[in-house]
Nanobody
Framework: HVQLVESGGGSVQAGGSLRLSCAAS????????MGWFRQAPGKEREGVAS??????????RYADSVKGRFTISKDDAKNTLYLEMNSLKPEDTGVYYC?????????????????WGQGTQVTVS
């Protein structure tokens, strides 16, 4: 079991940017999927971005709603996952969760992830 701790959330105006970080408590297999999810009040949790690595190549998947605005990346040496969020919109508001799974492909299905962080609030007004 790996512990995940998110940071970097906050309140910004529409059009602004935030960078979320997720620190893992131990080494995670770079070939296994990691992802970002979000949950808005009254809505189901949705996948935002997912990443897996194969050698020096990273494979990435984004939800259509964030393509071109969000960038997922990771630093395997630091066991840290990132989410760079630009051109933020009010509909991006929610609690953002970092997750780690065992699939060796990108996936935005929350059922493919077994380890979750506690979440960090992002509010866009």
């Amino acid at each position: 079991h790996v512990q995940l701790v998110e940071s970097g959330g906050g309140s910004v105006q529409a059009g602004g940017s935030l960078r979320l970080s997720c620190a893992a408590s131990r080494y995670t297999d770079s070939r296994a999927c990691m992802g970002w999810f979000r949950q808005a009040p009254g809505k189901e949790r949705e996948g935002v971005a997912s990443i897996v690595s194969a050698g020096s190549t990273s494979y990435i998947r984004y939800a259509d709603s964030v393509k071109g605005r969000f960038t997922i990346s990771k630093d395997d040496a630091k066991n840290t996952l990132y989410l760079e969020m630009n051109s933020l919109k009010p509909e991006d508001t929610g609690v953002y969760y970092c997750a780690a799974g065992e699939r060796t492909y990108t996936t935005l299905d929350s059922h493919d992830y077994g380890n979750w962080g506690q979440g960090t609030q992002v509010t866009v007004s």
